[in-house]
Protein backbone atom coordinates (compact mmCIF):
# COMPACT_ATOMS: atom_id res chain seq x y z
CA UNK A 1 0.00 0.00 0.00
CA UNK A 2 1.69 3.54 -1.28
CA UNK A 3 2.43 5.69 2.03
CA UNK A 4 0.75 9.05 2.58
CA UNK A 5 2.31 11.62 0.47
CA UNK A 6 1.29 15.22 1.42
CA UNK A 7 2.95 18.65 0.11
CA UNK A 8 4.32 19.35 3.92
CA UNK A 9 5.15 16.08 6.25
CA UNK A 10 7.32 15.24 9.16
CA UNK A 11 9.99 13.33 9.07
CA UNK A 12 12.72 11.71 11.32
CA UNK A 13 15.97 11.49 9.83
CA UNK A 14 18.05 8.83 11.73
CA UNK A 15 21.51 7.26 12.13
CA UNK A 16 21.64 4.26 12.70
CA UNK A 17 23.15 3.03 16.26
CA UNK A 18 25.00 -0.69 15.60
CA UNK A 19 26.45 -1.56 13.04
CA UNK A 20 25.56 -5.25 13.05
CA UNK A 21 21.85 -6.18 13.74
CA UNK A 22 20.41 -7.22 16.87
CA UNK A 23 19.00 -10.59 17.28
CA UNK A 24 14.81 -9.57 17.61
CA UNK A 25 13.40 -12.62 17.65
CA UNK A 26 13.87 -16.59 15.81
CA UNK A 27 16.11 -16.22 12.52
CA UNK A 28 15.66 -12.06 12.57
CA UNK A 29 17.63 -9.28 13.66
CA UNK A 30 17.24 -5.58 13.76
CA UNK A 31 18.95 -2.36 13.76
CA UNK A 32 18.11 1.06 16.53
CA UNK A 33 18.44 3.91 14.67
CA UNK A 34 18.40 7.48 16.59
CA UNK A 35 16.73 10.61 14.98
CA UNK A 36 15.19 13.82 15.50
CA UNK A 37 11.89 15.43 13.85
CA UNK A 38 11.73 18.48 10.76
CA UNK A 39 9.55 19.42 9.01
CA UNK A 40 9.37 18.18 4.66
CA UNK A 41 8.39 21.00 2.39
CA UNK A 42 8.13 19.44 -1.03
CA UNK A 43 8.15 21.31 -4.02
CA UNK A 44 5.12 22.43 -6.34
CA UNK A 45 3.88 19.99 -9.04
CA UNK A 46 5.81 20.39 -11.70
CA UNK A 47 8.77 21.82 -10.11
CA UNK A 48 12.38 20.25 -10.25
CA UNK A 49 13.18 18.52 -7.10
CA UNK A 50 15.02 20.45 -4.15
CA UNK A 51 17.85 19.54 -1.86
CA UNK A 52 17.40 19.14 2.16
CA UNK A 53 20.14 19.52 3.87
CA UNK A 54 20.54 18.13 7.18
CA UNK A 55 23.13 18.11 10.02
CA UNK A 56 22.71 14.49 11.59
CA UNK A 57 22.30 14.55 15.13
CA UNK A 58 24.27 11.57 16.34
CA UNK A 59 27.37 11.83 13.74
CA UNK A 60 27.45 15.94 12.77
CA UNK A 61 27.84 14.38 9.35
CA UNK A 62 26.00 16.81 6.55
CA UNK A 63 23.53 15.33 4.42
CA UNK A 64 21.95 16.37 1.20
CA UNK A 65 18.23 14.40 0.59
CA UNK A 66 16.70 15.23 -2.70
CA UNK A 67 13.02 16.32 -2.01
CA UNK A 68 10.44 15.35 -4.69
CA UNK A 69 7.16 16.88 -5.45
CA UNK A 70 3.45 15.02 -4.23
CA UNK A 71 2.97 14.55 -7.95
CA UNK A 72 6.32 13.10 -8.87
CA UNK A 73 6.95 10.99 -5.88
CA UNK A 74 3.02 9.65 -7.31
CA UNK A 75 4.57 8.75 -10.59
CA UNK A 76 7.87 7.10 -8.97
CA UNK A 77 5.43 5.11 -7.15
CA UNK A 78 3.86 3.94 -10.09
CA UNK A 79 6.90 3.02 -11.95
CA UNK A 80 7.77 0.60 -9.01
CA UNK A 81 4.40 -0.75 -8.63
CA UNK A 82 4.67 -1.31 -12.57
CA UNK A 83 8.57 -2.87 -12.44
CA UNK A 84 6.75 -5.00 -9.77
CA UNK A 85 4.24 -6.06 -11.48
CA UNK A 86 6.64 -7.06 -14.87
CA UNK A 87 8.48 -9.25 -12.26
CA UNK A 88 5.27 -11.06 -10.88
CA UNK A 89 4.50 -11.48 -14.98
CA UNK A 90 8.25 -13.00 -15.62
CA UNK A 91 7.90 -15.21 -12.11
CA UNK A 92 4.37 -16.84 -13.64
CA UNK A 93 6.20 -16.82 -17.13
CA UNK A 94 8.83 -18.87 -15.41
CA UNK A 95 6.14 -20.82 -13.97
CA UNK A 96 4.43 -21.88 -16.97
CA UNK A 97 8.14 -22.76 -18.52
CA UNK A 98 8.30 -25.34 -16.14
CA UNK A 99 5.33 -26.99 -16.21
CA UNK A 100 5.59 -27.12 -20.06
CA UNK A 101 8.89 -28.59 -19.53
CA UNK A 102 11.31 -25.87 -20.06
CA UNK A 103 14.00 -27.28 -17.61
CA UNK A 104 16.65 -24.41 -18.37
CA UNK A 105 14.50 -21.21 -18.56
CA UNK A 106 11.84 -22.19 -16.73
CA UNK A 107 13.51 -21.97 -13.38
CA UNK A 108 15.59 -19.30 -14.07
CA UNK A 109 12.69 -16.69 -15.05
CA UNK A 110 11.35 -18.13 -11.80
CA UNK A 111 14.36 -17.37 -9.33
CA UNK A 112 15.05 -14.02 -11.51
CA UNK A 113 11.42 -12.92 -11.46
CA UNK A 114 10.76 -13.95 -7.80
CA UNK A 115 14.47 -12.08 -6.19
CA UNK A 116 14.11 -9.35 -8.41
CA UNK A 117 9.93 -9.08 -7.63
CA UNK A 118 11.52 -8.94 -4.00
CA UNK A 119 13.93 -6.47 -4.11
CA UNK A 120 11.78 -4.19 -6.25
CA UNK A 121 8.68 -4.99 -4.22
CA UNK A 122 9.63 -3.82 -1.33
CA UNK A 123 11.22 -0.69 -2.64
CA UNK A 124 8.07 0.22 -4.20
CA UNK A 125 6.41 -0.70 -0.88
CA UNK A 126 8.81 2.83 1.05
CA UNK A 127 8.94 4.95 -1.85
CA UNK A 128 8.07 8.08 -0.24
CA UNK A 129 10.09 11.04 -3.22
CA UNK A 130 12.87 11.62 -0.92
CA UNK A 131 16.27 9.67 -2.19
CA UNK A 132 19.81 10.07 -0.89
CA UNK A 133 22.48 8.12 1.58
CA UNK A 134 20.38 4.63 0.20
CA UNK A 135 17.04 5.90 0.92
CA UNK A 136 15.28 5.21 -2.62
CA UNK A 137 16.73 1.07 -3.11
CA UNK A 138 16.29 -1.03 -0.32
CA UNK A 139 19.56 -3.18 -0.73
CA UNK A 140 21.31 -2.20 2.38
CA UNK A 141 20.73 -0.77 5.67
CA UNK A 142 21.80 2.66 5.57
CA UNK A 143 23.50 4.19 7.76
CA UNK A 144 20.87 7.22 7.55
CA UNK A 145 17.40 7.31 6.63
CA UNK A 146 14.65 9.52 6.22
CA UNK A 147 11.00 8.43 7.35
CA UNK A 148 8.05 10.01 6.79
CA UNK A 149 5.72 10.09 9.82
CA UNK A 150 2.02 9.95 10.23
CA UNK A 151 -0.29 12.68 12.01
CA UNK A 152 -1.60 10.59 15.23
CA UNK A 153 -4.38 8.26 14.23
CA UNK A 154 -8.16 10.25 15.06
CA UNK A 155 -8.81 9.84 18.84
CA UNK A 156 -4.98 9.20 19.98
CA UNK A 157 -3.30 12.36 20.40
CA UNK A 158 -0.26 12.79 21.17
CA UNK A 159 1.58 12.07 24.78
CA UNK A 160 3.39 15.40 25.80
CA UNK A 161 4.15 16.64 28.67
CA UNK A 162 2.86 20.73 29.02
CA UNK A 163 5.65 20.91 31.69
CA UNK A 164 9.09 19.40 30.27
CA UNK A 165 8.21 18.58 26.74
CA UNK A 166 8.68 14.68 27.39
CA UNK A 167 7.08 12.53 24.29
CA UNK A 168 6.00 9.13 24.23
CA UNK A 169 6.38 7.85 21.16
CA UNK A 170 4.46 5.22 19.31
CA UNK A 171 4.38 3.79 15.65
CA UNK A 172 1.34 5.60 13.37
CA UNK A 173 2.05 4.65 9.50
CA UNK A 174 -0.87 4.22 7.86
CA UNK A 175 0.23 0.88 6.50
CA UNK A 176 -0.06 -0.63 9.81
CA UNK A 177 -3.17 -2.48 10.93
CA UNK A 178 -5.33 -0.04 13.32
CA UNK A 179 -5.39 -2.98 16.57
CA UNK A 180 -1.62 -2.57 16.34
CA UNK A 181 -1.61 0.93 16.55
CA UNK A 182 -4.54 1.38 19.09
CA UNK A 183 -2.44 -1.39 21.54
CA UNK A 184 0.84 0.33 21.33
CA UNK A 185 -0.28 3.92 21.75
CA UNK A 186 -1.93 2.07 24.91
CA UNK A 187 1.57 1.08 26.16
CA UNK A 188 2.93 4.44 25.84
CA UNK A 189 -0.18 5.80 27.64
CA UNK A 190 1.29 3.49 30.21
CA UNK A 191 4.90 4.63 29.97
CA UNK A 192 3.85 8.27 30.00
CA UNK A 193 1.51 8.10 32.98
CA UNK A 194 4.58 6.92 34.95
CA UNK A 195 6.28 10.07 33.67
CA UNK A 196 8.11 12.25 36.06
CA UNK A 197 9.74 15.48 35.07
CA UNK A 198 13.42 15.89 35.47
Same mark, same amino acid.
Given at each position: ?? &????????????? #???????????????????????????????????????????? %??????????????? #?????????????????? %????? &??????????? %?????????????????????????????? &??????????????????????????????????????????????????? %?????????
Amino acid at each position: MP &LGIAKKQQAVVSH #RMNFLGQSSGPSTVSWKYQGVKRELVRPDDGQPATRLPVRCGEC %AEELTFTVHSVAATR #RRQGYWRAATWACVVLFL %AGVAG &LIAGQVVWGPV %AMALGFVAGWIIGSTAAEEVGVTGHGNAVR &LTIPKHHIALTEPPPEGMPELVCARCGHQEDFPQGSHLRKSYVQQRYQDAQ %ARFAKHRCR
